[in-house]
């Protein structure tokens, strides 16, 4: 379901396109920006230490509970921010969130190496915005 809200523009003119995200997302309504979502499951415990992708499972799993609450689904994301604490995680979470998101009309996203996470069995935590439809 494309949502009418967004306008997604994965090429702008003089910028080089690269797959798996879009360079601009605009839109209309009600902004809700959810905080950094690391791979805790309701009782606080680390799902899948030393596994990226079963961490990126349970974040993006909270990513979906956090959006719910709000009104909104992965369709209203406009933009991911990714903290790895390794670049080689990133095909990983790569796979989790395509089963997720819309890959024709991929968010905007940003990816950054960090040092650590606030514990050190975190291999990442991502952060997103979403708007919705009023």
């Given at each position: ?15 080089f396109p690269i797959p798996g995200f879009t ?83 991929p968010p905007a996203s940003t990816a950054v ?22």
């Amino acid at each position: 379901m494309t949502q009418t809200h967004l306008t997604h523009i994965p090429e702008p003119e003089g910028v080089f396109p690269i797959p798996g995200f879009t360079h601009v997302v605009t839109g209309h309504g009600r902004l809700v920006a959810i905080s950094g979502q690391v791979a805790f499951d309701e009782s606080g415990v680390v799902v899948g230490e030393g596994d990226a992708e079963a961490q990126a499972r349970q974040v993006f799993e909270n990513l979906r509970r956090c959006l719910a609450a709000a009104g909104a689904t992965f369709e209203d994301i406009v933009k991911f921010t990714f903290f790895v604490t390794d670049v080689a995680h990133l095909p990983a979470v790569r796979r989790v969130r395509d089963a997720f998101v819309n890959t024709e009309r991929p968010p905007a996203s940003t990816a950054v190496q960090v040092a650590a996470l606030v514990r050190p069995e975190l291999l990442l935590e991502v952060e997103a915005l979403a708007i919705v439809s009023d």
